[in-house]
């Protein structure tokens, strides 16, 4: 089955520095790649997503890249701010399956003012 | 509108208890699904549902674990004799189509168990 790796478990930056967040799955069927936030205690939201059509998709701040051929996707955020404190969470989703997702372990970014 | 609702937000049970979580999805919503979060962990997928339909259950960790959506809308994930490895927040999350098209989901705030 499909399998996500998440880098780095934490990751701590200085505000207004950028952040990178990396994430490679196995399977290639896999379509579907989105990121969500998660604050402490809180309900994991999503903050981007992108489909295996396109290579990014960027949304003010936050932007995601996607390489097919290497299975992996990438978020960066930039401008970081201490509200960009918290968990954040990669997944994959297959294509022609009901559409449930495999998360990585998550990445706790910190940013410190 | 609303979001994702689920109830309660925290339970705690001794081991042996049976216990039963509660989701409300996004009125319309087709698809349901059930997660499993570890402290610590990425959220892990327990089972499906679209509509009324129990599409795949292959995430439940043991015949122990029951879901239902009788009527397409409200689910309930039931534990009977809670053991202590069941300790940990269980998400729900919906997303408005069938399956075989991804889809945004959607989640509520999760109910945390904890199981003494």
């Known amino acids: 089955g499909e399998n996500v790796e998440q880098h780095p478990s934490t990751l701590s930056v200085q505000e207004g520095d950028s952040a990178v967040i990396k994430c490679t799955y196995s399977?290639?069927?896999?379509?579907?790649f989105p990121w969500y936030k998660q604050e402490l205690g809180k309900r994991p939201q999503l903050i981007i997503d992108?489909?295996?059509?396109?290579g990014e998709k960027k949304d003010q701040r936050i932007a995601v890249t996607l390489n097919k051929t290497a299975k992996h996707f990438s978020l960066h955020i930039t401008e970081t701010q201490p509200e960009d404190s918290a968990v954040y969470f990669c997944?994959?989703?297959?294509?022609?399956?009901?559409?449930?997702?495999?998360f990585g372990k998550g990445t706790k970014l910190s940013v410190k003012p | 509108g609303a979001g994702v609702s689920q109830s309660p937000r925290y339970k705690v049970a001794k081991r042996g208890q049976d216990v039963a979580l509660r989701c409300d999805p996004i009125?319309?919503?087709?698809?349901l699904f059930w997660y499993q979060q570890a402290l610590g962990q990425g959220p892990e997928f327990l089972t499906y549902?679209?509509?009324?339909?129990?599409?795949?259950k292959s995430g439940l960790p043991s015949d122990r674990f029951f879901a239902e959506r009788p009527e397409g809308s409200v689910s309930t994930l039931k534990i009977q004799r809670t053991q202590q490895e069941d300790s940990a927040v269980y998400l729900c999350?919906?997303?408005?189509?069938?399956?075989?098209?991804?889809?945004?989901?959607?989640f509520g705030p999760g109910t945390r168990l904890t199981v003494l």
């Open positions: 999350a919906s997303s408005p189509l069938a399956g075989g098209r991804t889809d945004t989901q959607y």
């Open positions: 399977d290639s069927a896999s379509n579907y």
């Open positions: 992108i489909r295996s059509n396109v």
């Open positions: 997944a994959a989703s297959i294509r022609g399956s009901q559409g449930n997702l495999i």
């Open positions: 009125s319309g919503h087709v698809s």
């Open positions: 549902f679209q509509n009324e339909a129990q599409l795949d």
